[in-house]
């Protein structure tokens, strides 16, 4: 299911501690609520080989230290990924907020740049973005981590 690519991008509700990533009902229940699906668990991603995958994730909490769903990533053998730690915003229709970090950042790795070059370069676009004041200020929290247990190039 989410094997075989050079580059995974989510844009999913995580919680806090969880081992899950869900997604929204596209219509609103009988209260006029969405509720939450799950979409993938820890589960499904330490059962994937990962391996050189790089992710971009707008999906909350998936920077913090202790995160679970990072822990498996990790241990699916994911080269890097590019994340926000504690609540981030995306777009739902349209790119908002953390979104753009993550058109900028894709477009980067399109050129052939290494994650970290890629992550400069969309930070920089996200920068120019911050001071027009199309983007919040909280999207340039988003750090750039790579694989502590596996050694790869610059």
Not at 60 to 67: H, K, N, Q, R, V
Request: charged letters at 20%; glycine letters at 10%.
């Amino acid at each position: 299911m989410i094997e075989g690519y050079d580059l995974l991008v989510f844009n999913l509700h995580g919680n806090e501690n969880d081992t899950v990533w869900y997604g929204e009902d596209k219509e609103p229940n009988s209260i006029g609520i969405r509720t939450r699906v799950p979409v993938i668990t820890q589960d499904h991603i330490l059962a994937a080989d990962l391996s050189g995958t790089v992710v971009f994730a707008v999906n909350c909490y998936l920077g913090d230290e202790m995160s679970p769903m990072k822990a498996a990533l990790w241990a699916s053998g994911v080269k890097a990924i590019l994340s926000g730690d504690q609540l981030n915003y995306g777009g739902v229709y349209k790119p908002a907020g953390a979104d753009h970090l993550g058109i900028a950042f894709r477009w980067a790795l399109g050129m052939r740049l290494t994650p970290r070059l890629a992550a400069v370069l969309a930070r920089l676009y996200v920068r120019l973005m911050v001071s027009k004041g199309i983007v919040k200020k909280d999207t340039m929290a988003f750090r750039l981590e790579i694989n502590p247990s596996k050694k790869y190039g610059p």
